[in-house]
């Protein structure tokens, strides 16, 4: 499986951005999708997930801001980020918790994209 992400960019605060990933390759099935983020000198953090059925949870810092989506016949998952703030600026990284054919779970992850918003 691979993911591609795309999107990332540089905005003032206040703005808003859309990142995009898209998942390819042979699978059994795509559990939970989700964007993870990470700030120079801090641990990779989860921002938003999602699973097959659209139950979704968010980081505390982005909520009411930033939603969630998904396309599971596109293998696509998306997030809107509204209202950004200097503090979001990381690499955002989106992960798919795959089921191989196996019968193994494997996570996969996209090759990250930047984020910067300026104050």
């Known amino acids: 499986v691979q993911l591609q992400a795309s999107g990332g960019g540089l905005v003032q605060a206040g703005g808003s951005l859309r990142l995009s990933c898209a998942a390819s390759?042979?699978?059994?099935?795509?559990?939970?999708m989700g964007w993870f983020r990470q700030a120079p000198g801090k641990q990779r953090e989860l921002v938003a997930a999602?699973?097959?059925?659209?139950?979704?949870n968010y980081a505390d810092s982005v909520k009411g801001r930033f939603t969630i989506s998904r396309e599971n016949a596109k293998n696509t998952v998306d997030l809107q980020m509204d209202s950004l703030k200097p503090e979001d600026t990381a690499v955002y990284y989106c992960?798919?918790?795959?089921?191989?054919?196996?019968?193994?779970?494997?996570?996969?992850w996209g090759q990250g994209t930047q984020v910067t918003v300026s104050s």
């Open positions: 999602i699973s097959s059925a659209g139950n979704t």
């Open positions: 992960r798919a918790d795959v089921l191989e054919w196996t019968g193994a779970g494997v996570n996969y």
């Open positions: 390759g042979s699978r059994l099935w795509i559990n939970r």
